[in-house]
């Protein structure tokens, strides 16, 4: 069964987020999978497991508590957003397994710009010269998934500094501008994608 990918250019991040909730709760076991590549305006998000005392100072920046995993983390334009609605029974695949795959297709994506990145086991999440460069944060709920991955392309990373983004102190922030990648948020989206579904097929 193809992947359906639906753009979705930029949006608020609510608006998506209960999108996301009502396809998965309507899905069947026929329901097509789908990626959803969005840019979101400016919102920290905290997942199940957020703390409020990781946001420092998030001034008129809202705040908004969702359901995914992970702690607290920040969305603005110039930042790739990749959901991903996918029946993972159907998939053959695990939590694990799934996260895994979203950081292989970030770390290929970044590959492409010759950026070397990595994953930790210890901190899920891509990292370039220990910098972090993209997140993850999922929900599991009858054998799909939802909610996704975000990859920093160009975009003001000053609301990181007022978090602890995903929960840990001092963690610096970068992206692909930094290292002189210049590409579209839109199509690096579909670029992430593409290596997303090479992965998992």
């Not at 990918?5 to 329901?31: A, C, G, P």
Request: hydrophobic share 40%; net charge negative.
């Amino acid at each position: 069964m193809q992947i359906k990918i639906k753009q979705l250019d930029v949006q608020s991040y609510e608006n998506v987020w209960r999108d996301m909730q009502e396809f998965t709760q309507n899905r069947t076991s026929d329901t097509q999978d789908e990626i959803w590549l969005v840019e979101h305006f400016p919102v920290f998000t905290l997942g199940l497991n957020g703390r409020r005392e990781h946001l420092l100072n998030v001034g008129d920046i809202p705040v908004m508590q969702t359901d995914r995993g992970g702690q607290v983390t920040y969305h603005g334009q110039g930042q790739a957003v990749v959901y991903v609605l996918f029946d993972l029974k159907r998939l053959n695949l695990n939590s694990q397994q799934i996260v895994s795959h979203l950081e292989n297709a970030m770390i290929q994506t970044l590959a492409d710009f010759q950026i070397s990145a990595q994953a930790r086991a210890d901190a899920r999440g891509v990292y370039v010269q220990n910098k972090k460069i993209g997140s993850i944060g999922l929900r599991i709920k009858k054998n799909g998934c939802y909610h996704g991955l975000s990859l920093n392309n160009n975009m003001d990373l000053t609301p990181f500094q007022f978090i602890n983004p995903c929960g840990y102190a001092n963690l610096e922030m970068t992206q692909l501008a930094d290292f002189g990648a210049m590409i579209d948020t839109p199509k690096l989206a579909e670029k992430i994608a593409f290596n997303l579904i090479q992965e998992i097929q």
